[in-house]
């Protein structure tokens, strides 16, 4: 079984920042992808950046230029640097990864998410 598990969140002031990591642990073969997402209660889910195993990055244009998405050396681990926090920034924050276990077969996994709050 594969397990990820988020920490970091709670609550900042505007234009602050706030560090968020998530771990993943168990049976993993390898790492394909490892993402972020948010949600606001009652609207859908985002894509907030994202990060390939190739090396690229993605961000939500809502977030560009203040958001980083990185990884440990080890590669079980996605942070989530953010900066210049806004109230709009307020969410759950969500990690994903595309992980692949017995089979080079990936699947989607998620945490259990992780509350922003950005409110002065």
């Known amino acids: 079984q594969v397990q990820l598990v988020e920490s970091g969140g709670g609550l900042v002031q505007p234009g602050g920042s706030l560090k968020l990591s998530c771990t993943a642990s168990g049976n993993i073969y390898s790492i394909y992808l490892m993402a972020w997402y948010r949600q606001v209660p009652g609207e859908q889910r985002e894509m907030v950046a994202a990060a390939v195993s190739g090396g690229s990055e993605h961000y939500a244009e809502s977030v560009k230029d203040r958001f980083i998405i990185s990884r440990d050396s080890a590669g079980k681990t996605v942070y989530l640097q953010m900066n210049r926090l806004k109230p709009e920034d307020t969410a759950v924050y969500y990690c994903?990864?595309?992980?692949?276990?017995?089979?080079?077969?990936?699947?989607?996994?998620w945490g259990k998410g992780t509350l922003v709050t950005v409110s002065s």
């Open positions: 994903k990864m595309a992980i692949a276990t017995t089979t080079p077969v990936g699947m989607d996994y």
